[in-house]
């Protein structure tokens, strides 16, 4: 199942009893912040659930996936990484 914003902020008002909308305008407030402070190169930890980074992912070399022999070069890319804290880990592995 795929769970959307308007979802959280449906469930998350049943938890705060806020209005729905005020809800979803947090959530995406939330995530502007995050991309805000990606963008300058900070580190999001939030402690329980994850960690958002950024790194530079270095230059490569690679195949063209139907023609083999034909090489490809990658240049230099900044990635965003998500680091799943433990207890989500756990959470997750027990689940299953």
Same mark, same amino acid.
């Given at each position: 199942m795929v769970i959307? &914003?308007?979802?959280?902020?449906?469930?998350?008002s049943k938890m705060?009893?806020?209005? !729905? &909308? @005020? *809800?979803?305008?947090?959530? *995406? #407030? @939330?995530g502007e912040l &995050?991309?805000?402070?990606? /963008?300058?190169n900070d580190v999001v930890r939030l402690n329980r659930i994850?960690? @958002?980074e950024t790194k530079m992912r270095g230059a490569r070399?690679? #195949?063209? !996936? *139907?023609d083999p022999d034909h090489k490809l070069e990658f240049s230099a890319v900044? /990635?965003? =990484?998500?680091?799943? #804290?433990? &207890? /989500? =880990?756990k959470a997750v592995k027990n689940n299953y």
């Open positions: 959307t &914003i308007k979802m959280l902020a449906k469930e998350l705060n009893g806020q209005r !729905p &909308i @005020f *809800n979803e305008r947090l959530i *995406n #407030s @939330f &995050i991309r805000q402070h990606l /963008v300058a994850c960690k @958002f070399r690679g #195949s063209d !996936p *139907n900044r /990635v965003i =990484k998500v680091t799943m #804290s433990n &207890i /989500v =880990k």
